[in-house]
């Protein structure tokens, strides 16, 4: 009866919201750790009820066999019938690799345990401690069963508390990382308890012989266990606190509009977290490695020591490795660049996508990626830093009036700046600086402004077709390329002068006038 209530407690047969392990085929598994209950009370009751009214012990062990051999049947069937569901269930939504490959194995762990149970009863029959092999034996059994559920209830609880808070008010990022470590926590320490309770129950048991070096084993076990435990949790809540601060992975996609100009710059932090984040997770792992190998009693000084000469005939033969490295911490340290901001290389130019510890990644305006080396940066133009200033200029008619075309850009400036799109863009409005030179038929004017980092060049456009509108409305014609004449008539009389300077209106009189001489 227990069994069939705690099983429909975790599996919720007729109600799949109430279900605390989401496992297909609920009710088959129900009836299953019923069956295995009720069973598993009828043969312990008749192995009761021989031990009172004085039967022979062989047939009490005989009467235990059979009903071993009854519930390790059944546990197959149920381990290999269901498997996929075992495996579904205890993968979850979303399962990361090693999830994946422990819910895949714990079906046939399942199996393997079953007949190792089975065969130890089998061996224990007919000896002195057989009742107490024997308890033992389904003790662990049932630990084992239940362990996985545990731990998965246990999770399933927890992460919906944590969701019914977080639903009520947006957690930090610490608090984030201190609910996934205590899940991890939770979920390894119902293992460790599990597998403290199993090596307690085997140890008077097994006290001398092989008996006692796979008793010291499976303490080694239990050790290494709890390394994993605690290095995982030191994992999982790095893991989740880098990820709740650090900034979205941001890329122009072809066909975006540019125009608006890309998002903010990511704060130094941002940028530098991705890097921080690589390092630190290195760091976690190689401590775990040592701390899993002294668990286990590996002495770990003569690795250490072997790492450290490695890893300097590592430095020695990647030299350019190195420099990419060192390169990039001081181009890091100076806050040359982050990531969103625009910058030129010299060879190369690009909005900054990626940071690696070796080199970053520029993304051309055109869609091309480059990976640039940080050692073959040598100078770096950062177009995104604090304010950008945009000079330009325009060719008006060279009779127009500059009076008037200042007081026109000044009033297309004011305008930009109430606007409630681009106004606030700016630091200093768009103004006339002043006439830069006055060429044959033009009249040379240059104008600026003085604007936040991101995309100016969409201010200056949206500025020029203000502009143009403005000087059309007001008469203000810009300077054209075609060549005018200008006084053409009086031009040809004072030739005309100058070729026949008697008076003589056409060459025709010349020869009249020499006759009438």
Known sequence: MAYAIFARLLFAPGDAAARLIPIPNAGWHWRMVAAYGAIGGVVGQMVRLAHVSGADAIAIEGWFLAGATVLTLLKLWWFIAGARDIEAAFAGSEPGLFRRAAAALLPYFYVVTALVIWAVGCLAAGKPQSTSWNFAAGTTQVTLLLLPILALGAHALMSAAAAARFRRRQPGALEQAATAAGHTLVTGGIWLIGVYLIVELWKPIMADGAAFAALRLVSGAMRLLAAVVFCWTAWSFLKTWFEAIAPAQRANLPGADQDEGPGAPASRLHTVL?????????????????????????????????????????????????????????????????????????????????????????????????????????????????????????????????????????????????????????????????????????????????????????????????????????????????????????????????????GRSSPSEAPAAHANG
Do not use: C
């Not at 995309?455 to 810009?478: D, H, V, W, Y």
């Open 274 to 502: 991705p890097l921080v984040r690589n390092v630190v997770f290195i760091a976690v792992l190689a401590i775990s490695i040592l701390v899993v190998l002294s668990s286990l009693g590996v002495n770990t000084a003569p690795l250490l020591a072997g790492f450290g000469v490695f890893g300097l005939a590592v430095s020695f033969g990647s030299q350019t490795l190195i420099r990419d490295i060192v390169s990039g911490m001081f181009f890091l340290a100076d806050d040359a660049f982050r990531v969103g901001e625009y910058v030129d290389t010299g060879k190369l130019k690009g909005t900054v996508e990626k940071i690696s510890l070796r080199s970053v990644q520029l993304r051309h305006q055109n869609g091309p990626l480059h990976t640039i080396p940080f050692g073959q940066m040598q100078a770096i133009t950062n177009y995104s830093r604090d304010w950008s200033t945009i000079k330009f200029e325009l060719h008006f008619d060279r009779d127009a009036d500059p009076e008037q075309i200042r007081k026109t850009v000044k009033k297309v400036g004011l305008a930009m700046l109430e606007d409630e799109e681009i106004g606030k863009e700016f630091l200093v409005p768009l103004k006339m600086q002043g006439i830069r030179d006055v060429t044959d038929n033009s009249l040379v004017v240059r104008l600026k402004f003085t604007a936040k980092p991101g995309n100016p060049s969409f201010i200056q456009r949206e500025a020029m077709k203000r502009l143009l509108a403005a000087f059309r409305e007001t008469g203000i014609a810009l300077a054209s390329n075609a060549v005018t004449v200008r006084g053409g008539e009086a031009t040809a009389a004072a030739a005309a002068a100058v070729r026949f300077p008697s």
